[in-house]
């Protein structure tokens, strides 16, 4: 059995002049992102790894979320394929983990990610939003194996609000 947990980026603010990777948070995605990992947190699930795409807003969620879930340095790493909006490179990642690794968590954009759980997860998203955080299972041994599991549970933080 394996286990993904995709977790869209904070709300990120458009009033910065850098480029796309640089943008930082907003107020109301460093609170939304707090949100979502104190629900997160209820459901005592076991990560064994945490992967963030390297944009700015994405590495500010995962920290959110690495504080409140009080993960180890170790287990956080950043990968370059997770800066990826359509979708195929983060399931070609997501296909090459290692197979010791049993849950993972990631860090990363839309499209891709509302992709990704429409395809391999068993409920319909329309969209995921900023915050947005989808658990999935899945009866496989090897991450290569990769194919439709189920959708556990969506955290969506407009209705924590």
């Given at each position: 059995?394996?286990?993904?947990?995709?977790?869209?980026?904070?709300?990120?603010s458009w009033k910065h002049d850098v480029i796309d990777r640089e943008r930082p948070l907003k107020s109301r995605?460093?609170?939304?992102?707090?949100?979502?990992?104190?629900q997160?947190?209820?459901h005592n699930i076991d990560v064994d790894k945490v992967f963030s795409s390297p944009a700015k807003r994405a590495d500010l969620t995962c920290k959110i979320?690495?504080?409140?879930?009080?993960?180890?340095k170790y287990q956080v790493q950043t990968a370059e394929e997770l800066y990826d909006f359509g979708g195929e490179n983060v399931i070609s990642f997501i296909k090459?983990?290692?197979?010791?690794?049993?849950?993972?968590?990631?860090?990363?954009?839309?499209?891709?990610?509302?992709s990704i759980s429409n395809i391999f997860g068993s409920e319909f998203?329309?969209?995921?939003?900023?915050?947005?955080?989808?658990?999935?299972?899945?009866?496989?041994?090897?991450?290569?194996?990769l194919k439709k599991g189920e959708t556990e549970f969506i955290i969506i933080p407009k209705e924590l609000r």
């Open positions: 059995m394996k286990s993904i947990i995709l977790v869209r980026h904070a709300k990120s995605g460093k609170n939304d992102a707090k949100l979502v990992a104190k997160f947190l209820k979320f690495s504080n409140h879930l009080k993960f180890d090459s983990l290692k197979n010791e690794l049993n849950t993972v968590m990631i860090f990363g954009h839309n499209h891709a990610f509302t998203i329309s969209n995921l939003p900023t915050s947005g955080l989808v658990k999935m299972n899945f009866d496989i041994s090897s991450w290569e194996d």
